[in-house]
């Protein structure tokens, strides 16, 4: 058992917001992030009520779980990480031999009461589980336990890729990284390990379905099918580069509300905000995510053992990674993969998963033993 | 390597502190990658994407333009648009397009070369744009169609207006029709102002008044949505429909010119000496011009164009005869004025021709002569004999010279296309063409209107108007005026281009002559000059086309029809003061003063009858 997890009683008497273990400065950027989603659904979906209803409730729930997970001792993730990986692994292997199929791909379970996608919960399961793994060795990790982790990481990456469900596969990969990255890993293995990975992309490339080849190619040259497969890219360029530095006013974006813009509510939302409010509300939103990001380091600075700093600083990695590849792939600088835009993409799912995640990470940031500076 | 290795705290801090700096600045580097694509599609290609959405939003449709009608002079419609029904096909709105033209197919009756028509009119029309495919739907297929809309996505059934011909082949030469744009006509016509237009004048006024008669197209600019619906006007300029355009041609006398030549093909013209304005211009067979609108089929087509009436050929402006008798007055003009007669001066006519020192006789047309005739009656009777020693006294130079400014072998300058020449022979053109000198036998039967001369009937009409006119030359046409937006405006000065310098005593002469043609007792149209309050000037003429060897005789109950001469005849009318002027070609119907003056004796009484000077 690790010592610095080691129950302590409070040396300094606590903050409100330390009882009820959430970090104000990380709600509030998540709270107005959340606001300035509604409104642009609402334009979004062209004024559909009923679907920002739902996603407020979504909303509503992601935030109650957020704030429940914050309740959780670190503890109690950290002793129950290697239990709720294996669950997760199997959950994945059920996924792939009862999983029912939507869009083509096999990603969902149904419990009879719940239908639900195993890769959200991996998406925290195997962070949690390489941190406290990681933890566990003195750092920087050596070769073998590194090479472990990789091999927890590549385990669920590998049975999401499977389904297929390259976006989701992406983060995972992403979260378990990120968390083997501030381990210390070395600048050299770091160095190869990308190399091989590189090395590895054309075997990779015939590995993976034609659709997702489809969309790499795609990505590389849209032009070259501007009424198929290309149209995605286009439009999407079309919609922001027509925004301007100003945008053209709230509700106001023709590519979005005459329809030229496919799924405007969803992973190509970012267009929308970009055609509406322009250059300036792009970067509003950019800089929003960045403080956030900028909150959850500092976060990771002040946590008081290697778990918490490594699971802190994983997350919020990730969450960037969603930002980067969600707007990377709108403006044209990554191939489609679906990947949302956290708080603002339509859809329950994800968000739920990634509020669970600011949980973890506040329950992180809250039970420190408190030390009178 | 130990096997065991002590945690060691502080290393670990320092190394996760230098981590979290690696992923801000890497965080931040990559942020800024993502702001400098955003500027790059925002700030420097907003121009170009700002182009792009509106092109997304925003489609273009043509406002065609409706029509101008055509009507006669007394404002009778010649050329008027009804609404038809016509299946369309929107290729946007289709997947699959051979699939549905196949469907189609089994619904309403569409032909192979309606498929044909339809793929070439695809290539002219934007993917949104509403193409027809078949133009002329009965009542029947309506119905038929209406029932399985339903199956049919992008395809509907339009209204639209067609050129309808409510004269068919009475006028189908002056007015010609309007078809189908050819791919030739796309080339050289303005794209932006027959983007809607589907048809286009072909011949005839609907031709040589294209630009009149189309008016301009408008425009709207509509707000569309991904899949081409439109929401919005955004903004629309309405097209200028085309003008009205009234004609000096009289319905009724282009009836009775056409019922006049009866079983025969031929050619009536008759006109306004003094304006030009043409009354009448008939070319018989006629078809029915309303078969081009919708797109003859090629079979009809080349049924029309090889048959041996040849309707589709326009006589009055290309067809090309030789004018026989008619173009002894001018003859006879051409002596008097060159001083080469002396019009009371008797020759005698045995009933041939000889030239000194050649045994070859030109015959007369009378086998035993017409005795001693001085000018006047050599006219009046047609005496071939003595314009044959005119004709040789003059020599063709003279000749030629004279003929030509009478308009013979010029276009007369007609608001029409395809008009022809003429042949007006002379030595240098024989020289040219044939590499031979002229031979004095030639003059001769130029004398009679023979041999090379060949001149078309509205050539005629305008020879004959200078005459009437006592020289004046007025340019034919067959448009009056026109009506834009309810104001009318003239289309010709009808003034005389020129005016040639004949003497009247001479122009008497001839002009007296002529009218003994008619009314006088030996006059060879005589028969149609009884019960008249004024006098007709005319002269028959009976065209060759079929040579008679020498010393044979012709008899037309022997010949094929298609051989047989042409009856012709001139006229105008009241002699003294005209005003109106006929040439009548009969083909093949033999003697002009029987089968060609009645026709312009009922055209003169019911244009002087029924038209106030």
Same mark, same amino acid.
């Given at each position: 058992?690790?010592?610095?997890?080691?129950?302590?009683?409070?040396?300094?008497?606590?903050?409100?917001?330390?009882?009820?273990?959430?970090?104000? *400065?990380?709600?509030?950027?998540?709270?107005?992030?959340?606001?300035?989603?509604?409104? @642009?659904?609402?334009?979004? &979906?062209?004024?559909?009520?009923?679907?920002?209803?739902?996603?407020?409730?979504?909303?509503?729930?992601?935030?109650?779980?957020?704030?429940?997970?914050?309740?959780?001792?670190?503890?109690?993730?950290?002793?129950?990480?290697?239990?709720?990986?294996?669950?997760?692994?199997?959950?994945?292997?059920?996924?792939?031999?009862?999983?029912?199929?939507?869009?083509?791909?096999?990603?969902?379970?149904?419990?009879?009461? *719940?239908?639900?996608?195993?890769?959200?919960?991996?998406?925290?399961?195997?962070?949690?589980?390489?941190?406290?793994?990681?933890?566990?060795?003195?750092?920087?990790?050596?070769?073998? &336990?590194?090479?472990?982790?990789?091999?927890?990481?590549?385990?669920?990456?590998?049975?999401?890729?499977?389904?297929?469900?390259?976006?989701?596969?992406?983060?995972?990969?992403?979260?378990?990284?990120?968390?083997?990255?501030?381990?210390?890993?070395?600048?050299?293995?770091?160095?190869?390990? @990308?190399?091989?990975?590189?090395?590895?992309?054309?075997?990779?490339?015939?590995?993976?379905?034609?659709?997702?080849?489809?969309?790499?190619?795609?990505?590389?040259?849209?032009?070259?099918?501007?009424?198929?497969?290309?149209?995605?890219?286009?439009?999407?360029?079309?919609?922001?580069?027509?925004?301007?530095?100003?945008?053209?006013?709230?509700?106001?974006?023709?590519?979005?509300?005459?329809?030229?813009?496919?799924?405007?509510?969803?992973?190509?939302?970012?267009?929308?905000?970009?055609?509406?409010?322009?250059?300036?509300?792009?970067?509003?939103?950019? @800089?929003?995510?960045?403080?956030?990001?900028?909150?959850?380091?500092?976060?990771?600075?002040?946590?008081?053992?290697?778990?918490?700093?490594?699971?802190?600083?994983?997350?919020?990695?990730?969450?960037?990674?969603?930002?980067?590849?969600?707007?990377?792939?709108?403006?044209?600088?990554?191939?489609?993969?679906?990947?949302?835009?956290?708080?603002?993409?339509?859809?329950?799912?994800?968000?739920? &998963?990634?509020?669970?995640?600011?949980? @973890?990470?506040?329950?992180?940031?809250?039970?420190?033993?408190?030390?009178?500076? | 390597?130990?096997?065991?290795?002590?945690?060691?705290?502080?290393?670990? /801090?320092?190394?996760?502190?230098?981590?979290?700096?690696?992923?801000?600045?890497?965080?931040?580097?990559?942020?800024?990658?993502?702001?400098?694509?955003?500027?790059?599609?925002?700030?420097?290609?907003?121009?170009?994407?700002?182009?792009?959405?509106?092109?997304?939003?925003?489609?273009?449709?043509?406002?065609?333009?409706?029509?101008?009608?055509?009507?006669?002079?007394?404002?009778?419609?010649?050329?008027?648009?009804?609404?038809?029904?016509?299946?369309?096909?929107?290729?946007?709105?289709?997947?699959?397009?051979?699939?549905?033209?196949?469907?189609?197919?089994?619904?309403?009756?569409?032909?192979?070369?309606?498929?044909?028509?339809?793929?070439?009119?695809?290539?002219?029309?934007?993917?949104?744009?509403?193409?027809?495919?078949?133009?002329?739907?009965?009542?029947?297929?309506?119905?038929?169609?209406?029932?399985?809309?339903?199956?049919?996505?992008?395809?509907?059934?339009?209204?639209?207006?067609?050129?309808?011909?409510?004269?068919?082949?009475?006028?189908?030469?002056?007015?010609?029709?309007?078809?189908?744009?050819?791919?030739?006509?796309?080339?050289?016509?303005?794209?932006?102002?027959?983007?809607?237009?589907?048809?286009?004048?072909?011949?005839?006024?609907?031709?040589?008044?294209?630009?009149?008669?189309?008016?301009?197209?408008?425009?709207?600019?509509?707000?569309?949505?991904? =899949?081409?619906?439109?929401?919005?006007?955004?903004?629309?300029?309405?097209?200028?429909?085309?003008?009205?355009?009234?004609?000096?041609?009289?319905?009724?006398?282009?009836?009775?010119?056409?019922?006049?030549?009866?079983?025969?093909?031929?050619?009536?013209?008759?006109?306004?000496?003094?304006?030009?304005?043409?009354?009448?211009?008939?070319?018989?067979?006629?078809?029915?011009?309303?078969?081009?609108?919708?797109?003859?089929?090629?079979?009809?087509?080349?049924?029309?164009?090889?048959?041996?009436?040849?309707?589709?050929?326009?006589?009055?402006?290309?067809?090309?005869?030789?004018?026989?008798?008619?173009?002894?007055?001018?003859?006879?003009?051409?002596?008097?004025?060159?001083?080469?007669?002396?019009?009371?001066?008797?020759?005698?006519?045995?009933?041939?021709?000889?030239?000194?020192?050649?045994?070859?006789?030109?015959?007369?047309?009378?086998?035993?002569?017409?005795?001693?005739?001085?000018?006047?009656?050599?006219? /009046?009777?047609?005496?071939?004999?003595?314009?044959?020693?005119?004709?040789?006294?003059?020599?063709?130079?003279?000749?030629?010279?004279?003929?030509?400014?009478?308009?013979?072998?010029?276009? /007369?300058?007609?608001?029409?296309?395809?008009?022809?020449?003429?042949?007006?022979?002379?030595?240098?053109?024989?020289?040219?063409?044939?590499?031979?000198?002229?031979?004095?036998?030639?003059?001769?039967?130029?004398?009679?209107?023979?041999?090379?001369?060949?001149?078309?009937?509205?050539?005629?009409?305008?020879?004959?108007?200078?005459?009437?006119?006592?020289?004046?030359?007025?340019?034919?046409?067959?448009?009056?005026?026109? =009506?834009?937006?309810?104001?009318?405006?003239?289309?010709?000065?009808?003034?005389?281009?020129?005016?040639?310098?004949?003497?009247?005593?001479?122009?008497?002469?001839?002009?007296?002559?002529?009218?003994?043609?008619?009314?006088?007792?030996?006059?060879?149209?005589?028969?149609?000059?009884?019960?008249?309050?004024?006098?007709?000037?005319?002269?028959?003429?009976?065209?060759?086309?079929?040579?008679?060897?020498?010393?044979?005789?012709?008899?037309?109950?022997?010949?094929?029809?298609?051989?047989?001469?042409?009856?012709?005849?001139?006229?105008?009318?009241?002699?003294?003061?005209?005003?109106?002027?006929?040439?009548?070609?009969?083909?093949?119907?033999?003697?002009?003063?029987?089968?060609?003056?009645?026709?312009?004796?009922?055209?003169?009484?019911?244009?002087?009858?029924?038209?106030?000077?």
């Amino acid at each position: 058992m690790n010592s610095v997890i080691r129950h302590t009683y409070p040396a300094a008497p606590k903050s409100m917001w330390q009882r009820i273990h959430l970090d104000p *400065v990380l709600l509030s950027g998540l709270v107005l992030l959340a606001g300035i989603g509604l409104a @642009i659904l609402y334009s979004a &979906t062209d004024g559909n009520v009923k679907l920002v209803y739902n996603q407020m409730i979504r909303m509503g729930i992601a935030f109650g779980v957020m704030t429940g997970v914050a309740q959780i001792h670190p503890r109690s993730f950290y002793r129950w990480s290697p239990y709720l990986y294996g669950i997760g692994i199997l959950l994945l292997i059920a996924v792939l031999v009862f999983g029912d199929v939507g869009k083509g791909a096999r990603r969902w379970l149904d419990l009879g009461i *719940v239908r639900f996608q195993p890769s959200e919960f991996v998406k925290i399961f195997t962070p949690m589980l390489v941190a406290r793994f990681l933890a566990q060795h003195p750092l920087p990790p050596q070769p073998r &336990t590194l090479a472990l982790a990789g091999l927890f990481v590549l385990l669920p990456v590998l049975l999401i890729a499977k389904q297929p469900d390259l976006g989701t596969a992406i983060l995972v990969a992403a979260a378990g990284s990120a968390v083997v990255f501030f381990s210390g890993i070395s600048w050299r293995i770091l160095g190869g390990l @990308i190399g091989a990975v590189l090395a590895a992309l054309p075997v990779l490339w015939t590995q993976l379905h034609d659709y997702q080849r489809d969309r790499i190619l795609m990505f590389l040259n849209p032009e070259q099918d501007p009424l198929g497969r290309g149209y995605h890219t286009i439009q999407a360029k079309i919609a922001i580069g027509s925004g301007g530095v100003w945008g053209k006013g709230w509700m106001a974006g023709t590519q979005a509300h005459l329809e030229f813009l496919p799924e405007p509510h969803t992973d190509f939302i970012f267009a929308v905000l970009a055609e509406e409010y322009g250059l300036l509300g792009a970067l509003s939103l950019l @800089i929003l995510y960045l403080a956030i990001i900028a909150r959850g380091l500092l976060m990771a600075l002040q946590a008081q053992d290697t778990f918490s700093r490594l699971l802190c600083a994983g997350l919020t990695l990730t969450f960037f990674v969603y930002v980067f590849v969600n707007v990377g792939m709108v403006i044209g600088l990554l191939p489609v993969v679906g990947v949302p835009l956290p708080l603002i993409s339509y859809g329950g799912t994800s968000m739920v &998963t990634l509020m669970a995640g600011f949980g @973890i990470m506040m329950s992180l940031h809250t039970h420190r033993k408190l030390v009178p500076s | 390597m130990p096997a065991f290795r002590l945690k060691d705290a502080a290393l670990e /801090t320092r190394l996760f502190h230098n981590r979290i700096t690696a992923t801000a600045v890497l965080v931040t580097l990559m942020t800024l990658g993502l702001v400098a694509r955003l500027i790059y599609l925002q700030v420097l290609g907003h121009e170009h994407y700002a182009m792009l959405a509106r092109d997304n939003r925003v489609k273009i449709i043509p406002l065609p333009p409706t029509r101008g009608l055509i009507y006669d002079r007394n404002g009778r419609i010649l050329a008027e648009n009804i609404s038809v029904y016509s299946l369309e096909i929107v290729p946007e709105q289709v997947d699959d397009l051979a699939g549905t033209l196949e469907k189609l197919r089994e619904v309403v009756d569409i032909s192979d070369e309606e498929i044909q028509r339809f793929q070439r009119r695809l290539k002219r029309h934007r993917r949104f744009e509403s193409v027809p495919l078949k133009l002329r739907l009965t009542e029947v297929e309506v119905a038929r169609f209406a029932v399985k809309r339903p199956f049919f996505h992008g395809v509907d059934i339009r209204a639209r207006l067609v050129r309808h011909y409510p004269y068919g082949e009475l006028v189908s030469h002056v007015v010609g029709y309007v078809g189908s744009i050819n791919e030739s006509e796309l080339k050289r016509l303005d794209p932006t102002e027959y983007r809607g237009t589907t048809h286009i004048g072909k011949v005839g006024v609907e031709r040589a008044y294209e630009t009149l008669l189309h008016g301009h197209t408008g425009y709207a600019e509509i707000e569309t949505n991904a =899949v081409g619906r439109e929401l919005r006007v955004l903004k629309e300029s309405p097209p200028r429909p085309g003008g009205d355009l009234h004609l000096s041609i009289d319905i009724d006398l282009q009836d009775i010119a056409y019922r006049g030549l009866g079983e025969h093909n031929g050619a009536v013209v008759a006109m306004e000496p003094q304006t030009g304005r043409v009354l009448a211009l008939v070319s018989k067979p006629g078809f029915d011009p309303n078969v081009f609108v919708f797109g003859i089929g090629r079979k009809a087509y080349q049924e029309l164009r090889n048959s041996p009436d040849r309707p589709l050929f326009d006589r009055t402006l290309r067809g090309r005869y030789p004018p026989g008798s008619t173009i002894k007055p001018f003859i006879g003009l051409a002596g008097l004025e060159y001083g080469v007669i002396d019009a009371r001066k008797e020759i005698f006519c045995p009933g041939f021709y000889r030239l000194p020192g050649i045994s070859h006789r030109y015959r007369d047309w009378k086998k035993w002569g017409h005795g001693s005739v001085a000018l006047k009656s050599a006219i /009046t009777q047609s005496c071939d004999v003595y314009f044959y020693d005119l004709a040789h006294n003059l020599g063709i130079d003279r000749l030629h010279d004279f003929l030509s400014h009478f308009g013979f072998g010029r276009r /007369t300058g007609i608001d029409l296309g395809g008009e022809k020449a003429g042949l007006l022979p002379s030595r240098d053109w024989k020289r040219k063409t044939f590499h031979q000198p002229w031979y004095p036998g030639e003059t001769l039967i130029t004398g009679i209107g023979q041999g090379f001369l060949q001149v078309t009937p509205l050539q005629l009409v305008k020879a004959t108007a200078i005459l009437a006119n006592r020289g004046a030359v007025v340019t034919p046409h067959v448009a009056a005026y026109r =009506v834009i937006d309810g104001k009318s405006s003239p289309l010709y000065l009808e003034e005389p281009e020129t005016r040639l310098r004949l003497n009247p005593r001479h122009l008497r002469t001839i002009i007296d002559a002529m009218v003994n043609v008619v009314h006088g007792a030996r006059g060879t149209a005589r028969r149609i000059g009884l019960g008249l309050d004024y006098r007709i000037a005319g002269k028959t003429g009976t065209a060759q086309v079929f040579t008679v060897k020498q010393d044979e005789e012709y008899r037309a109950s022997k010949v094929a029809k298609k051989l047989r001469d042409h009856a012709l005849f001139i006229a105008f009318a009241p002699a003294d003061r005209p005003r109106i002027t006929v040439a009548v070609i009969a083909e093949n119907a033999g003697h002009g003063g029987s089968a060609a003056a009645p026709i312009a004796r009922r055209l003169i009484e019911h244009y002087l009858n029924h038209q106030q000077p």
